[in-house]
């Protein structure tokens, strides 16, 4: 089962297990961007778990599927051939190295930049029968993701009351965005090597636990398990699966609220809402009989914006929990940490450097 040119898994001992954990959660607030109360259920959502799943979304399973069925057929070519696309610095095809720090994971992707130009330019040259095709299934189904992130952004803004209610969405509209594009595929693995890690009672790591950096994100999978998400007591849960809909994930650099409700959940968080909002770690474990395609939409502001607290969402005299920085001072910071560590620590007032 596992895919010709992928090693097995007895040749990868750099791939990281870890112990198994509970079953699937059933608790993910879900959200139907029609209902009228839809506001007020993302902001507790992302108050509470800093992740929810959204239905009623407006993204055609048409899009969603033309993009998958890509995607398979880019990652079923002969491993040479995907080797050409690579390597992932900063954009293109990667296999198991994840970042530039020796995080690995029983995964393979492609990386790119939202920037339509630096999509037609590199990674899609590789694509030589049919590059076309390829880069429409990826602007379309980005374009319309972009969109329906852009409208949970402005539902944020106006049930906490910010003006203007584009303030985030702006940021993700912006031409110089830098917004990325992820296409994972997670190989299944064979019955005989997934019964040799669960006799040794540990799961295979596909894509390690992290926070995203950015300002928001949105998962949409096949209906394979694999996505887990660590709740307040630190126990992992498994995201049950769902192919029609999106999982929305707060990132590192969305805005925290107020220190009160930081002291509350003390989880190092979001910059933007000054602590209220919850980056939640999150992580793909990969021992699944099915192999597993995940697309995300990373949005992101431009390299020079400024990440701090929205005025706002400040009470008269509060001060901000963290350092100011622009979002490509903490991508640079991102970049030199491993996949695991608390990024946002050192921009921290009274903590990091
Ligand atoms: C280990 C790393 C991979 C990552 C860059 C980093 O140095 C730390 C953040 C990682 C992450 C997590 C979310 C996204 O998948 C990603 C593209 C991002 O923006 O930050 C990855 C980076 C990556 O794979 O290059
Ligand atoms: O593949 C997935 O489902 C999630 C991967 C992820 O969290 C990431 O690429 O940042
Ligand atoms: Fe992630």
Redesign the pocket.
Known sequence: MVVLSQPALDDFSVIKTCKPTSGPFNEIPVIDLKNPKAKARIVEACEEFGFFKVVNHGVSMELMEKLESEAVKFFKLPQSQKDRAGP?N?FGY?NKR????G?VGWVEYL?FSTNLEFISQKSLSIFQKNPEVFRCAVNEYVSAVREMVCEVSEMIADELKIEPRNVLSRLLRDEKSDS?F?LNHYPAISFSELQAVRVSGRNVVG?GE?????II?AVRSNNTTGLQISLRDGAWVSVPPDHHSFFINVGDSLQVTSNPILLKFPVSSLVMTNGRFRSLRHRVLADSLKSRVSM?Y?G?PPLGEKITPLPSLMDEGEESLYKEFTWCEY?KS??????G?N?LRLFEKNGGN
Do not use: C, E, M, V
């Open positions: 992932p900063p990667g994840i970042g530039p720090n995080d990386l990325f992820r894509f992290h926070t995203d950096p950015q994100s995300i990373f992101g991508k991102a970049y030199k940490t491993r996949l560590d990024r």
